[in-house]
């Protein structure tokens, strides 16, 4: 049961367009959601995050949206650029279930990000 | 570089072997996962430890296990390899959140992974 779906297995954009990144999650417990972008080669570095209570978080030209309603968060990068070809990955944690759950992410397939010059 | 160091980088074994995955967390962090990233899917959660002691465990097989030492490394043991056990295999750790009475953070930092091929 994937409760966690990127159902974009890859993106092609141009430098200097945005870039979109969806994510959709099917437990409704998830409170908090993570964005990692990952290099080959190199483990997923951390990207940008939000909690359930916004619907909103901005960081220079990365802004990720939360609908909860819709169970759907995107990332959104503008402009982008080609050193942001990547694989992206949305994650979910249930911050209720306690301390010991926290790190205990619930991650997307990945989608990869091409920017072409 | 996240400061997390996972050794070896590439394991090539054959099926029925065992082997032992390596990883030494950020300075500072008592707080280790392993995931495990298949062709096709995302990263999946074994488990975590917490200053040596089991916290979360996710879909980790029996014939895999886990410990996390005094000095807070981790090592991922996996026996009896399968062909279907070919994967990447990261360890990540996080920080305490200070003042918080030690929640963890979410924002975890990631090791470069060990491939494993089970030929």
């Known amino acids: 049961d994937q409760q966690v779906k990127q159902n974009s297995p890859s993106l092609s954009v141009q430098e200097g367009r945005i870039s979109i990144l969806n994510c959709d999650y099917t437990n409704s417990m998830f409170d908090y959601f993570l964005w990692y972008k990952k290099y080959p080669a190199e483990g997923p570095t951390f990207l940008i995050s939000?909690?359930?209570?916004?619907d909103k978080n901005e960081d220079g030209r990365f802004t990720v949206f939360l609908n909860k309603s819709a169970k759907h968060l995107s990332l959104h990068i503008v402009p982008s650029q080609p050193g942001d070809s990547a694989v992206y990955f949305c994650a979910a944690s249930n911050r209720n279930a306690g301390g010991t759950s926290y790190g205990k992410l619930t991650f997307g397939q990945g989608t990869i990000l091409t920017v072409h010059p | 570089d996240s400061g997390v160091t996972q050794t070896p980088k590439h394991l090539i074994t054959a099926t029925g072997q065992r082997v032992t995955l390596r990883c030494s967390p950020r300075?500072?962090?008592?707080?280790v996962y392993w995931y495990q990233q298949s062709l096709d899917q995302g990263l999946q959660f074994l488990i975590q430890?917490?200053?040596?002691?089991?916290?979360a465990k996710g879909n980790i097989l029996e014939r895999f296990s886990a410990q996390q030492f005094p000095d807070l490394h981790s090592e991922l043991n996996l026996s009896s390899l399968e062909l279907g056990d070919s994967a990447l295999y990261f360890c990540?750790?996080?920080?305490?959140?200070?003042?918080?009475?030690?929640?963890?953070?979410?924002?975890?930092?990631f090791g470069s992974g060990t491939q494993l091929s089970v030929l």
């Open positions: 990540a750790s996080s920080p305490t959140i200070e003042g918080t009475g030690g929640r963890i953070a979410e924002k975890l930092f």
């Open positions: 939000i909690s359930s209570i916004k």
């Open positions: 430890y917490y200053n040596g002691e089991e916290r």
């Open positions: 300075s500072g962090d008592l707080s």
